[in-house]
């Protein structure tokens, strides 16, 4: 019967529900009393459907995991968007004490009651710590109290007097402290505020999400979830001899075709329902450890990771019902005889129409969407669920391309080659579509991550920003709180003996006013700049030829932008009087000439990208202590060959300024919203690929027990074991290679629209996707490593035996 077509189909009754139940719970019972084979192969199911639905679990408690972080977040935020609040007896004086400790950041804030009432306290503490005190998160305590936080327990001078509760922590890995200093301490903390309550009251809408970024989170979850569900239809249609002789056999008991499919649905039914139990269980069991580990700086309470109700009934609905069509369509190929089933009648040719069809609907959505893609074009949600579709049906197209192109391939290959090589060529040739099953599942993920990647490679290139800063000239910023100039100096003096500091630049500025109102608003003083630095430091700020101490210069920003002439000019007097509120002082007034030696100069953008106007004067032409209200900015560079130099830099600053950090420069900056999508898709991503690699060795081992007889006879015939092993390597690799081909070019189809849609220019992620091509090679070598142990296993003799 093997070249012979498969009968045609018997006319179909209608059916009741009681005859499916009926039928579907027999099939229920076969699986579990059909002997180790039916086991094994239920077993299988289950394993596959349980790892996608332990996934698409996770992937559905994503909201709930994100509101319950957001939710903590605002409970504890200390930001007002009313009325600044007034100190009283029953409020809270804070400032922000963030800080970073080898690339962690670590949040932090200060306080101190404003009175004796009762002050807002933070959630997830019993009490607001007094001065020297602090409360610590547990991820905290334990940095501090091992060997790797023994720097960082310097920069903090307070007592621990507790653990921050899981209220008041956005995840268990976070580090944030909240620390008690004096009022007196607050004199040299900047950006001071009080409040009267702790969670921040939400003022009109939120913005919405820039139209780029909107996209890549769709894009992303259609490419994490896709393969997900691919497999788990995949993993339904695992078969068996044992359970097509069953099937057989029912015929031969007066079973018409229909009802021998449905019996051979309940078998897959049943396997998809232990997949559900095992799938719980999995992702019970990932609460616990995502629970336990922090991925890119996030990390989730176990209570956080709860599945949305209507997405897990969702779920919980469709994989079975998955499990059913898929067993019914795949056996309308299948001939089930009273004598035996015949897989091998000649095949029908794959139709293309149809598999060309699927990507054709896709790009016919996507298309409209170009340039039109975003929140200002109207249409939001529309669109945005306009844009999911095509992008499922552009990947969905691609799978379906898959079996033809295998199909057309591998019926090209001859019987030329290494024995290996024609042994897998022949076993592709009999079941292509077995083969692209097992791949398909990689052939969506490589198609969807190579257009991420163009999409971020894009938004990316547009989202970073250039700061003008220059890390080549100084690598750290510290804008140091005094109150006059000897503070100022003494703060230089303590950066310069920090162990790891190379050199600084100390820059002191103020503000001075003109003698007399101005001309054109007599209500007004005009006022300008003064910028006090040393010889090395003036170089860096304005463009100098020579300098020496004693010397002063003038950038005229009037002149330099164009509006006119200023008041500082070469020999002209000046005033230094500030009254308390921070206006010039006419009435009091505290004299200073320009030299007339004053050089005009022309500002020079500083290492952190600013540009300065003003008088420039060296330490000998004007003593800082003369300045009413300073500001300190220290441009530092590090010795590169001192390990922790910025560490040391931080624990300075913390013992000039309680609430003082440091800031690295950089040339460019990303967006915290592009930050954090990255890092959520870069997280699902990596599931994603272990699921597919978990997907593909679960199907190489099916294929291989189904052959276990046929290997057995191959090496008793004197078949080396190395020559089968090569032939499994084949068979993985020509789909594979086949698959990385196909999804390459959809994945460079679907990016290109994906850019169009956002008005971006075209970039292709050259190493990206190399990248994933080499992950598709390394998907290739894991599945042939894992499936050798068995391979070898099933060509033992024991293999021949059969009842």
């Known amino acids: 019967m093997s070249g012979q077509d498969a009968p045609a189909e018997e006319p179909r009754s209608r059916v009741s529900v009681t005859r499916w139940a009926a039928d579907l719970a027999m099939g229920g019972r076969f699986a579990v009393t059909g002997g180790r084979e039916s086991w094994a192969r239920t077993i299988m199911t289950a394993v596959g459907v349980g790892l996608g639905v332990a996934l698409l679990l996770l992937a559905s408690s994503v909201p709930t995991m994100y509101q319950q972080r957001n939710e903590r977040g605002d409970a504890r935020s200390a930001l007002s968007f009313g009325d600044e609040v007034k100190p009283g007896p029953d409020t809270l004086r804070l400032a922000n004490a963030g800080t970073t400790y080898r690339d962690q950041d670590i949040n932090g804030m200060v306080m101190a009651p404003d009175g004796k009432g009762t002050p807002p306290r933070p959630p997830g503490i019993d009490r607001i710590p007094a001065a020297g005190e602090m409360w610590v998160s547990p991820a905290l305590k334990d940095l501090l109290d091992s060997d790797e936080g023994k720097l960082l327990r310097d920069r903090f001078p307070y007592r621990t007097i507790g653990v921050i509760g899981d209220s008041g922590l956005s995840g268990p890995a976070e580090l944030t402290y909240y620390a008690g200093i004096s009022q007196k301490a607050f004199g040299h903390v900047n950006s001071q505020y009080h409040i009267d309550h702790w969670g921040a009251e939400k003022q009109g809408k939120d913005e919405p999400l820039d139209p780029a970024l909107l996209l890549l989170i769709i894009v992303g979850c259609v490419v994490l979830l896709l393969p997900v569900l691919i497999f788990i239809a995949t993993a339904a249609r695992f078969g068996g001899e044992r359970r097509d002789r069953r099937l057989a056999a029912l015929r031969l008991v007066g079973a018409d075709i229909h009802m021998t499919r449905r019996i051979a649905a309940g078998e897959s039914l049943f396997g998809s329902l232990l997949g559900l139990a095992v799938g719980t269980g999995l992702f019970l069991l990932a609460r616990v450890v995502i629970g336990s580990v922090e991925v890119w700086d996030i990390s989730f309470f176990t209570s956080d990771i709860v599945p949305s109700a209507p997405l897990a ?17 795949a056996l309308r190929g299948i001939a089930i005889e009273p004598l035996g089933v015949v897989r091998n009648a000649k095949p029908k040719r794959r139709r293309l129409w149809w598999r060309l069809l699927l990507p054709l609907l896709g790009m016919a959505l996507l298309l409209p969407l170009a340039g039109g893609f975003g929140a200002g074009s109207g249409g939001g949600d529309m669109k945005a669920y306009q844009a999911a579709a095509g992008a499922v049906l552009l990947l969905i197209g691609i799978t379906a391309l898959l079996p033809w192109v295998v199909e057309a391939v591998v019926e090209r290959f001859g019987g030329r080659g290494s024995v290996p090589w024609q042994l897998a060529t022949r076993r592709l040739q009999l079941s292509s579509g077995t083969a692209s099953r097992a791949v398909s599942g990689i052939t969506v993920a490589v198609a969807g991550a190579i257009a991420l990647q163009m999409l971020f490679a894009s938004v990316g290139a547009q989202d970073r920003e250039d700061t003008g800063q220059d890390p080549n000239r100084a690598q750290l910023i510290a804008n140091v709180p005094v109150s006059d100039g000897d503070q100022a100096r003494d703060a230089f003096a303590r950066y310069r003996a920090t162990k790891g500091v190379r050199d600084l630049l100390g820059v002191t500025e103020d503000y001075i006013s003109d003698v007399r109102h101005s001309k054109d608003d007599p209500t007004s003083v005009p006022e300008e700049a003064i910028t006090v630095a040393d010889c090395p430091t003036l170089r860096e700020v304005v463009r100098i030829t020579s300098c020496k101490n004693g010397d002063v210069f003038l ?3 009037q002149e330099y932008y164009g509006e006119g002439k200023g008041f500082a000019k070469p020999g002209a007097q000046v005033n230094l009087a500030y009254r308390d509120d921070g206006t010039p002082d006419l009435r009091k007034k505290k004299l200073w000439t320009i030299p007339a030696s004053a050089t005009k100069v022309k500002p020079r953008q500083d290492p952190t990208g600013s540009e300065r106007t003003g008088i420039f004067a060296t330490p000998g032409a004007f003593d800082i202590a003369d300045l009413p209200d300073p500001g300190a900015s220290a441009m530092i560079r590090l010795d590169p060959k001192v390990p922790d130099g910025v560490e040391y830099v931080r624990n300075a600053s913390a013992a000039l300024s309680p609430a003082m950090d440091v800031m690295r420069l950089s040339s460019t900056s990303q967006s915290d919203e592009f930050q954090v999508i990255r890092k959520a898709l870069f997280i ?16 190489t081992l099916e294929q291989l027990r189904e052959r276990k007889r046929l290997l057995s006879v191959l090496v008793a ?64 070598l894991l599945v042939t490593l894992v499936s050798l142990p068995p391979l070898w296993r099933m060509m033992r003799p024991e293999g021949l035996r059969t009842e």
Do not use: E, N
């Open 555 to 557: 950038v005229d920003s």
């Open 684 to 699: 699902g991503a990596t599931a994603t690929l272990l699921l597919i690699g978990a997907s593909m060795i679960v199907t």
């Open 717 to 780: 015939f004197g078949t080396r074991r190395t020559t089968l092993s090569w032939s499994v390597l084949w068979q993985t690799a020509v789909p594979v290679v086949l698959g990385l081909a196909l999804s390459i070019a959809g994945g460079l189809a679907l990016g290109v629209l994906l850019l169009k849609m956002v008005g971006q220019p075209l970039a292709v992620d050259w190493t990206g996707l190399g990248t994933m091509t080499g992950v598709g090679g390394g998907v290739i």
């Open 313 to 329: 009934l969702v779920i919980a609905a469709a994989v079975p019902a998955s499990a059913v069509m898929v067993t019914l369509i």
